[in-house]
């Protein structure tokens, strides 16, 4: 299984950026994925998963209303919409896919394989 992060960039703050996940080895709609992101010197932190078991997708709740989750199941793709960027979206953004789900995903329970991550840079 490989999941390939892609859409990071230098960006001013507003406006919207999608990021990719392409994966290979595991059929993404019938798995848990789930978005993480993580600060030069942070803890990475959960941004949001979506649950294969409930259908459910779990969000931070710094993200609600602003950052969604999809997938194209014909090119086995997920992908981060990202809008109104802030100041504090600027981090290295991975992806993460597993068997398992429920709420927990968004604390990494369940995520077999991960992505080496993309850079989002935010400035104002």
């Known amino acids: 299984v490989q999941l390939v992060e892609s859409g990071g960039d230098l960006v001013q703050d507003g406006g919207s950026l999608r990021l990719s996940c392409a994966v290979s080895?595991?059929?993404?709609?019938?798995?848990?994925v789930g978005w993480f992101r993580q600060a030069p010197g942070k803890e990475r932190e959960g941004v949001l998963c979506?649950?294969?078991?409930?259908?459910?997708?779990y969000y931070a709740d710094s993200v609600k209303g602003r950052i969604t989750i999809s997938s194209d199941s014909t090119s086995n793709t997920v992908y981060l919409q990202i809008n109104n960027r802030k100041l504090e979206d600027t981090d290295i953004y991975y992806c993460?896919?597993?068997?398992?789900?429920?709420?927990?995903?968004?604390?990494?329970?369940?995520?077999?394989?991960w992505g080496k991550g993309t850079l989002v840079n935010v400035y104002s």
């Open positions: 993460a896919i597993g068997p398992y789900g429920g709420s927990w995903c968004l604390k990494e329970y369940g995520l077999d394989y």
């Open positions: 979506k649950s294969n078991s409930d259908g459910d997708t």
């Open positions: 080895g595991v059929p993404v709609d019938d798995y848990t």
